[in-house]
């Protein structure tokens, strides 16, 4: 158990909907970070957050959008959704911010089916 | 444009050999260097971080090395086992403003009994 906890575990939708994926880090990591995978593709960095603030942003779309409350807990909003965006979404965190030598946990996952 | 290579897809080799993988990147200057373990339909695991200026890396079973100039990372696993067999991705983490650890698309590893 690496600590991480993300909700749901699975999610199926329809086309045009919105959904929201949670993560709440391991006790003590204040950087939070979102990846997608797809079936024909690696990890794909969406977005981190460190301490409630944007920290980097990687090939997030513009319906996608995330944030990080005081309690660190964060969150993911996918919106208009399209079969395309049915994929594995991770969350992982980590002591400090990424560039300064921190491994990251990751959670277990969200598989968004999008129908 | 930056790019993070795993040598094939795939990668079949005999139980107590060494396998060996490789992770090759081009238009980064990667401060650190990470290596996770991913078993089917679960989050990757950390398994070694090694710096900029470490050449090498062990941990029981695991050595990392890496080579800045060559732009290179090779992962072996010795005497290894069925258990070990997962994908492996190697992870990038960028320094200064553009911080963020950016990930291969892995090496699928079997070991066969």
């Known amino acids: 158990d690496s600590g991480v906890t993300q909700t749901p575990k699975h999610l199926i939708t329809a086309t045009g909907q919105r959904v929201t994926l949670r993560c709440s880090p391991r006790?003590?990591?204040?950087?939070v970070y979102w990846y997608q995978q797809s079936l024909d593709q690696g990890l794909q960095f969406l977005i981190q957050y460190y301490n409630g603030e944007e920290r980097a942003k990687g090939n997030i779309l513009e319906r996608f959008s995330a944030q990080q409350f005081p309690d660190l807990h964060s969150e993911l909003n996918l919106s208009s959704l399209e079969l395309g965006d049915s994929a594995l979404y991770f969350c992982?965190?980590?002591?400090?911010?990424?560039?300064?030598?921190?491994?990251?946990?990751f959670g277990q996952g969200t598989r968004l089916t999008v129908v | 444009s930056q790019k993070i290579e795993q040598n094939s897809e795939a990668l079949n080799i005999q139980e107590g050999k060494t396998a060996t993988l490789t992770c090759n990147y081009t238009n980064y200057s990667p401060a650190y260097l990470q290596w996770y373990r991913q078993d089917p339909g679960r989050g990757p695991v950390f398994l070694l971080l090694i710096r900029e200026n470490e050449k090498e890396k062990r941990k029981e079973r695991l050595k990392v090395t890496f080579d800045t100039t060559l732009k290179q990372s090779l992962f072996h696993i010795t005497a290894s086992q069925p258990a070990d067999s997962a994908t492996y991705l190697c992870a990038l983490e960028k320094t200064g403003s553009a911080r963020q650890l950016t990930f291969g698309s892995g090496t699928q590893l079997t070991v066969l009994p």
């Open positions: 992982a965190s980590s002591v400090a911010s990424a560039g300064v030598g921190t491994e990251a946990f």
């Open positions: 006790s003590g990591d204040l950087s």
